[in-house]
């Protein structure tokens, strides 16, 4: 079955081109000593200078209508500028909050009215914003938020306590979720409203919340009796549970939920800081494939796709990482007290627990993913989850086809048969239509297909647990040169791997919502929902980095510089995440997982042994770091070397 990841995107040369624009205004800034990088900057470092700089070159406001003072941008062109400003850790915390998720929201939600008077000033940095969720006893419950706004003439009247919204020290104003109907006991969602809250106005009060490291960006915004006139009403009354949980893509799946980190990585590839090139490149790899995750979601937010789920799973895979970068780079390394890495290795420490927690804990988001993967809900069999496309263009009658060959064989093939003996019953009907020598020339008597067309073969046979080395054989024949028969076995290999482990989620998902205990089914409780959640997020990052190196690869036809970097990478990424989707999965399933007489191990025994089909893991980890050594860490981790 195919994931929740929407499509890969490869990078146009129009984005490579203002990324490298980008970059060397950043170089310039730097170099001229006007502001210094460190971690975290995104939400701890304010600079409104910084930001009106950067909003003068049109990169602040980058998808508002120019009609409403903005560059009328997509939402790829403005991942690729915030990357960019992430990756150099630039201070752009004064803008961020209104760029990233305000100014959409508005434009969603708002009047003509609110668009006219907020969206330029969005746009020219010449406003910043906070966000109003959280309360203190709500937490990451928004549905039970106290704060109300009672109906008065001209307006609302709001009296309540607001807390963890950053930098309302600074903001102009807020948007704030508001209770303005008593709670319904059968449905507590109902009767919320956003509010566009003007942060100077008569009755709020602003108290400092100081993190571990002794800064100052969180508050506690106190309400008292604050009147909001009508015009700061921000959609409809009793639509802010829809509206505030359309933020969330916004919110969740953008490059800082991964790169609050960076400074630490690119200190252990300058080569200042020792902590070992496998170290190093599993690291890179690991971010070059949530650079494509989250590259994903932005193209599935430029087509007006629904992101919510990839990008919780973004945030679940992202802020996990970048603490533990922040761990590993206080266990590992020696660097001399007082040094700015020094600083910035202990900054990052102290920070990490917030990485978890802010946008939404990683509990509350593996319960969207539960939602996602249809574990809650009537038992029986799971929903089916919508198709992440193959890069590039496959006829969806092929698909079809090949799925129906391999799912009638595998249902006659017992589930103790052997794992990795090809069926001569299977390859005769794969010669028979072709598939065997699918991407042989037709004058040799092949098909002359593309590999995404072998990669839907390749997968769907992993899927179901069928050896087809007759179909590797073609992808992979005798006679190449052992450079480019390595880059074509891996990833041939990573290719069958996502496979796999797509149908290790799955039949995961089948069993818990059909085996019951204490009375209830398996998929009903949270450890059990936790489990699938982090195997599934494994997968879709396994699938973002080799679907990435795939759709690379046909286009270039196997000569990108940088291919033997990108299948190195989710070589790594599918060792690596495979390894944790064997394991959840099996826990999942109980002993019965473990046993001949279930399916569940013929896509996990393979899954485990393709791991090193193609040379040992920390051989193409060796290869991510030198690339990095090489190139830069930036440039190892998004594919673009400088200029």
């Known amino acids: 079955m195919p994931s929740l990841l929407p499509p890969v ?21 730097l170099d001229a000593g006007l502001w210094q990088p460190g971690v975290d900057t995104w939400l701890t470092e304010w600079d409104p200078e910084f930001s009106r700089r950067l909003a003068a070159r049109g990169w602040v406001g980058m998808t508002v209508p120019v009609r409403y003072g903005g560059r009328g941008r997509g939402f790829l062109e403005r991942f690729v500028v915030t990357e960019e400003l992430l990756a150099a850790a630039a201070p752009v915390a004064y803008h961020w909050i209104a760029d990233r998720q305000v100014a959409p929201t508005i434009l969603r939600f708002g009047t003509e009215e609110q668009k006219a008077h907020w969206l330029p000033r969005i746009a020219a940095a010449e406003c910043a914003f906070g966000i109003g969720m959280s309360e203190p006893d709500s937490g990451s419950d928004l549905a039970s938020v106290r704060t109300r706004a009672e109906r008065v003439d001209g307006g609302w009247r ?70 909001v006139p ?58 070059r494939g949530l650079h494509q995750m989250s590259l994903a979601v932005a193209g599935a937010l430029e087509a007006g796709d629904d992101a919510d789920v990839p990008a919780a799973m973004v945030k679940l895979l992202g802020t996990t990482f970048e603490g533990d970068v922040a761990e590993a ?75 129906t060959v391999f799912a009638d064989h595998a249902a006659t093939v017992p589930a103790d048969a052997p794992l990795d003996v090809e069926d001569p019953g299977l390859a005769a009907r794969l010669e028979e239509l072709g598939l065997a020598r699918l991407t042989a020339p037709e004058d040799a008597g092949g098909s002359g297909a593309t590999w995404h067309e072998a990669a839907v073969v390749l997968r769907a046979a992993a899927r179901h647990g069928l050896a087809v080395p ?83 690869a046909v286009e270039s036809g196997f000569g990108a510089p940088g291919l033997a970097t990108s299948v190195a990478a989710a070589r790594s990424v599918c ?60 440039a190892a981790v998004s594919g673009t070397p400088s200029a």
């Open 329 to 403: 780079a206080h266990l590992a390394t020696r660097v001399e007290a007082g040094t700015p890495y020094a600083e910035a290795v202990t900054h990052a420490l102290l920070q990490r627990p917030g990485f978890t927690l802010r946008g939404g804990t990683n509990e509350v988001l593996r319960g969207v993913l539960a939602r996602g993967l249809g574990l809650r809900g009537p038992t029986g069999a799971a929903p089916a989850r919508r198709a992440s496309a193959v890069p590039g263009p496959v006829d969806p009658d092929f698909v079809e086809l090949v799925e």
């Open 9 to 29: 995107v490869l990078e146009a040369p129009e984005l490579t081109a203002l990324r490298h624009e980008v970059r060397e205004f950043l170089a310039g800034e």
């Open 470 to 552: 007759t179909v590797l054989a073609d992808l992979v024949p005798d006679g190449l040169d052992p450079e480019r028969r390595s880059l074509r076995l891996g990833l041939a290999t990573t290719v069958a791997m996502t496979g796999a482990m797509d149908a290790a989620v799955d039949l995961t998902i089948r069993h818990v919502r059909e085996r019951t205990q204490f009375g209830r089914p398996l998929a009903a409780f949270q450890a059990v929902q936790s489990l699938v959640a982090d195997a599934a997020s494994e997968a879709a990052l396994a699938r973002a980095a080799t679907d990435a190196a795939l759709a690379e």
């Open 575 to 634: 060792a690596r995440s495979g390894s944790v989707v064997v394991r959840a999965t099996h826990q999942a399933h109980g002993a019965i997982g473990t046993t001949l007489e279930h399916a569940l191990h013929r896509v996990t025994m393979p899954l485990l042994t393709w791991t090193t089909a193609a040379g040992p893991v920390p051989d193409a980890e060796h290869a991510v770091a030198a690339a990095a050594r090489r190139d830069g860490a930036w």
């Open 230 to 287: 009508d015009s700061g009403l921000l959609g409809e009354v009793g639509d802010g549970w829809h509206q505030v949980t359309s933020e969330l893509a916004y919110e969740r799946s953008g490059p800082e939920r991964w790169l609050s980190t960076f400074p630490l990585v690119r200190g252990w590839a300058s080569g200042g800081v020792d902590c070992g090139e496998v170290g190093l490149g599993a690291a890179l790899a690991r971010m």
């Open 158 to 227: 709001v009296t309540g306590t607001k807390v963890w919204t950053s930098g309302a020290h600074e903001a102009d104003a807020f948007i704030a979720l508001v209770r303005t109907a008593p709670v319904d006991p059968e449905d507590r969602h109902a009767g919320l409203t956003q509010l566009l809250v003007d942060l100077r106005a008569e009755g709020v009060r602003i108290s400092p919340i100081r993190s571990m490291t002794g800064r100052h960006h969180f508050n506690e915004v106190h309400l008292d009796g604050v009147l």
